[in-house]
């Protein structure tokens, strides 16, 4: 079993920059892909970013790409999310997820995940 437990999510203007924190517990997160997702206000559940095991290749989804990093520790059994220039539109409850599948694009084109965080709010004013 693994919990995940988020941080560093809040308020912030347009254009202005935050980082989450991911960290586990139970097992180590070196043996898991590692995501983010969110959910905003009305919309759908999508995928975010991922990190494959090793923390050597990273994939986005297409809204974020450029302006959000995505990172881990295994050391520290923690992952980040880094999100720079941030939008309206980015407002949204961002959740941490850990994955055995085997790649970050199988985490974003399957939205398989073995694992949730509770999630933590980013709000975004315009």
């Known amino acids: 079993q693994v919990q995940l437990v988020e941080s560093g999510g809040g308020l912030v203007q347009t254009g202005g920059s935050l980082r989450l924190s991911c960290t586990a517990s139970?097992?180590?997160?070196?043996?898991?892909?590692m995501g983010w997702f969110r959910k905003g206000p009305g919309k759908e559940r999508e995928f975010v970013a991922a990190?494959?095991?090793?923390?050597?290749?990273?994939y986005y989804a297409d809204s974020v790409k450029g302006r959000f990093t995505i990172s881990r520790d295994n050391a520290r059994n923690t992952v980040y999310l880094q999100m720079n220039s941030l939008k309206p539109e980015d407002t949204a409850v961002y959740y941490c997820?850990?994955?055995?599948?085997?790649?970050?694009?199988?985490?974003?084109?399957?939205?398989?995940?073995?694992?949730w965080g509770q999630g933590t709010q980013v709000t975004v004013s315009s």
């Open positions: 997820t850990a994955s055995s599948v085997g790649s970050p694009r199988a985490v974003a084109a399957t939205q398989r995940t073995d694992y």
């Open positions: 139970g097992r180590t997160l070196s043996n898991y892909v």
């Open positions: 990190i494959s095991r090793s923390g050597t290749i990273t």
